[in-house]
């Protein structure tokens, strides 16, 4: 169900009694006009591989309209998964970008392909050796 109010206290007077109620998944946007579109639709419940039940989670279209991942359509389904996984994979490129940069600006600041140190004189020496009996 959709409703659009001109106040937020409007919009607090139609969501707090559904979300007392807590069978209601409620979604509040506010438009550029200022006005507030709130929608609900009955949180459903799915039973999981383990047999635990769990609210079903809810996914809001473009157009704004909420629905329940067990009511989106295949061809909606298989296009919202691929979403996710190119996301997930874009992120873990920048995370691995940021590593790399990171490590680049900590590896010059510890200046380390110079090998030698104020003097002039090599960083590298000579293990000393030693002789067991």
């Avoid at 989106?72 to 997930?88: Q, T």
């Amino acid at each position: 169900m959709k409703k659009e109010v001109q106040t937020l206290e409007e919009a607090e007077a139609i969501v707090n009694p559904l979300m007392a109620e807590k069978k209601w998944a409620v979604s509040v946007i506010q438009k550029t006009e200022g006005s507030y579109m709130i929608q609900w639709v009955e949180h459903k419940k799915y039973t999981a591989l383990d047999g635990k039940e769990f609210f079903d989670e809810v996914w809001t279209t473009r157009d704004g309209d909420m629905k329940m991942i067990q009511d989106l359509e295949p061809e909606h389904a298989r296009n919202v998964l691929r979403m996710i996984l190119r996301k997930d994979r874009e992120a873990a490129n920048l995370m691995s970008d940021i590593f790399k940069e990171m490590a680049e600006e900590f590896g010059e600041g510890l200046d380390l392909d110079d090998d030698t140190d104020e003097d002039g004189n090599s960083v590298h020496t000579e293990p000393e050796k030693k002789i067991l009996h």
